[in-house]
């Protein structure tokens, strides 16, 4: 079974259309009604559809599998398509469908070092691989990124100052 949610991007549509898709033996099932077509890949990501006697011209524009998010272009109007199967609504339905997602807590030092400069404020939201300060170790300079989304809560550290390997420098929220 899948739950399939579809948005238009076009101004003046619907929003958040939602269907169950099952499969039964070798039919289609939409929303437990029998659905029928015929799908004929016309070349890479290109499809020629015919469903109750129309026909549709659709596109795969983007493709993730692993959100399982999809933009596509049917007849020139664009959708994106987000399909969840059984576990996906499992895992939603006990509260831990984000638990791939990276949770950030602090950054401690790497090494031993001298803080060269730091590229975040209290407050500020970072996103995964923004810079958040500069290292001086071993005579090099080193960029400490974010591993992941997030808010600095609180900085611990201070431009010229000597740290130790360990020593909690950012906190996030």
Request: proline share 2%; hydrophobic share 40%; aromatic share 6%.
């Amino acid at each position: 079974m899948l739950k399939i949610t579809v948005n238009s991007l076009q101004a003046n549509q619907a929003e958040g259309k939602t269907f169950e898709v099952t499969r039964d033996k070798d039919a289609l099932k939409l929303n437990g009604e029998d659905f029928s077509w015929d799908i004929l890949p016309q070349q890479a990501n290109s499809f020629h559809v015919i469903h109750e006697n129309q026909s549709y011209q659709v596109d795969v524009l983007k493709a993730d599998y692993q959100t399982k998010d999809f933009t596509l272009q049917i007849n020139g109007h664009r959708y994106t398509v987000n399909a969840e199967d059984k576990l996906d609504l499992l895992l939603k339905r006990l509260g831990m469908d984000n638990l791939s997602q990276n949770k950030v807590n602090d950054i401690k030092a790497p090494m031993p070092g001298l803080i060269l400069s730091i590229n975040v404020a209290e407050g500020d939201e970072v996103s995964k691989g923004d810079s958040l300060l500069i290292l001086e170790a071993m005579k090099m300079e080193n960029v400490l990124k974010s591993p992941a989304d997030g808010v600095v809560k609180a900085i611990k550290v201070e431009q010229g100052q000597n740290v130790e390997k360990n020593q909690l420098m950012i906190v996030f929220e």
